[in-house]
């Protein structure tokens, strides 16, 4: 396994993702029963953006600290707040952003006393060093495990709510069907949960061939968002980062709609596409 997140972390694609994840989870924090969390590819949770790793790349840079730069974070919609509210209360005292969390921080930062978290990651170190951040918390469990079996192994979960993070590092050709294979196993075994998948956006002709993959599940609710940085006419760079969300709660689409130009205007992201459609509705039309 070559990818490492700490080159990447705070950059535009964290950016959109981790705003939509914490706006997730504080839904689910607004009823009083009890949620469940499974991140199938966790990393190492945590990131300290001064690292020489992640300045190396200067991503974050050209992410979460170029959104926020004078007084950014004024500029967007209500969506953001959760994700403004933890990146504060994790750098508190500090000079703009230099504790960097990564989702399973995000999901721990947002859980309740009676919440749950699973995390699942291949890489023998970064385990390691999840188990080092969380160590003696008995709402979470580390598995050194691939993230795809996690799915088998742990649903459904005895909780009746939650969210399932999937966010593969996109080393293997065959990425994209092995999400839609593992999206329908995890659907089977737990229909009623949400779901919150990543992708990147680089060759147009496969995200529409993952699409076509997803609506041939017939899973419905299934909302498809994108925010693009470039026009997708290379297929060699990343040039924009995806979601699907499956059973999404309400004013999603809405809160979406007005949280994504804000963002691709913080990221002074140029002229990209971006917005979100249905892939099913929830009666399992095609959008």
């Given at each position: 396994?070559n990818?490492r997140?700490i080159?990447?972390?705070g950059?535009?694609a964290d ?6 994840l ?13 949620f469940?969390?499974?991140d199938?590819?966790?990393g ?7 690292n020489?790793?992640?300045t ?32 504060a209360k994790?750098?508190?005292?500090a000079?703009?952003?230099k504790?960097y ?5 995000i ?7 009676r919440?749950?978290?699973?995390l699942?990651?291949l890489?023998?170190?970064?385990v390691?060093?999840?188990r080092?951040l969380?160590?003696g918390d008995?709402?979470?469990?580390v ?8 799915l ?5 979960p ?6 399932v993070v ?13 999400m ?6 995890a ?7 949400q ?19 997803l609506?041939d ?5 299934m ?7 470039s ?5 060699d ?10 059973n999404?709660?309400w ?7 007005e ?23 929830e ?5």
């Amino acid at each position: 396994m070559n990818y490492r997140h700490i080159f990447h972390a705070g950059n535009a694609a964290d950016v959109m993702k981790h705003a939509v994840l914490a706006w997730l989870l504080d839904r689910l924090g607004t009823k009083d029963a009890p949620f469940f969390v499974l991140d199938t590819h966790a990393g190492i949770g945590r990131y300290d953006l001064d690292n020489q790793a992640a300045t190396r790349t200067g991503e974050a840079l050209r992410g979460i600290r170029r959104v926020l730069a004078d007084g950014g974070a004024d500029r967007l919609p209500e969506g953001a707040k959760p994700y403004l509210d933890l990146l504060a209360k994790l750098n508190e005292g500090a000079d703009g952003v230099k504790t960097y969390p990564g989702s399973p921080l995000i999901s721990r930062m947002m859980m309740r006393e009676r919440d749950r978290l699973v995390l699942a990651e291949l890489h023998v170190e970064d385990v390691k060093t999840l188990r080092t951040l969380f160590q003696g918390d008995g709402q979470i469990a580390v598995h050194h495990m691939d993230g795809w079996l996690s799915l088998k192994a742990h649903l459904p979960p005895k909780e009746r709510r939650g969210l399932v993070v999937i966010d593969p590092p996109f080393e293997a050709p065959d990425e994209y069907e092995r999400m839609v294979a593992a999206l329908a196993l995890a659907h089977r075994r737990w229909a009623t949960g949400q779901y919150l998948l990543w992708y990147p956006v680089k060759d147009r002709t496969a995200v529409w061939r993952f699409h076509q993959m997803l609506e041939d599940t017939g899973i419905p609710k299934m909302l498809a968002a994108e925010l693009c940085w470039s026009d997708d006419d290379r297929s060699d760079r990343l040039n924009g980062s995806g979601l699907i969300l499956v059973n999404p709660p309400w004013r999603t689409e809405e809160t979406l709609n007005e949280l994504l130009p804000a963002l691709q205007t913080g990221l002074a992201a140029g002229i990209g596409p971006l917005g979100c459609r249905w892939l099913r509705d929830e009666n399992g039309k095609l959008g």
